[in-house]
């Protein structure tokens, strides 16, 4: 294989398709690994320029790769999207990786090492927390609201005053214990 050699990775769940390219616009080969085969099968390849899109599990596959010797381009998914032609099958998504490689305008995505990927996490993990947190604070805010109690906005104004609005007998004894209230059904 040249220098000038890349090779295109759809990336999958159980069988990966590839695309191999020495020039612009034709692919010479493609092959099919399965998951197990697919690091074994680039290690058996000359050093090339591996591109594919930053997916879900890019980033991993692109830190293993580069531990091959080969150099590694994620590119984001809707700039490959124009590439595709016809139907998107892994084929197509293959070839459409290639093609979109070649575009010097798209900015490939960085690598993210281990430690980003886990800061990434905990970031989306605490966010999805608080949408959660959010939503089920107005959820008790509307159903208190159709007993006629009113309650503040915010976290801490709600948990401050929260205990102090109930005590109105608007409340029946079948909601008291699901709202964390003492003196539910007996």
Known sequence: M?????????????????AISDRPGHV????????????????QQAPATVVTEACGSAHYWA????????QVILLPQHHVRPYIRRNKTDRTDAKGILEASRNDDIRPVPVKTVNQQVL?????LRSGWMLERTARLNTLRG????????????ITRGRARGVGCHRGRRLTPARRPALGLRGGLS
């Not at 159903?143 to 915010?154: I, N």
């Open 63 to 70: 830190r293993e790769i580069q531990k091959l010797g080969h």
């Open 143 to 154: 159903l208190l609201r159709e007993l006629g109690v009113l309650h503040s906005r915010g």
């Open 120 to 124: 990434t996490s905990l970031h989306r």
């Open 28 to 43: 010479s080969r493609r092959e099919r690994p399965k998951r197990h085969q697919f690091l074994p099968y680039l290690a």
């Open 2 to 18: 040249s220098k000038d050699t890349r090779i295109a990775v759809d990336v999958a769940k159980a069988v990966f398709e590839i």
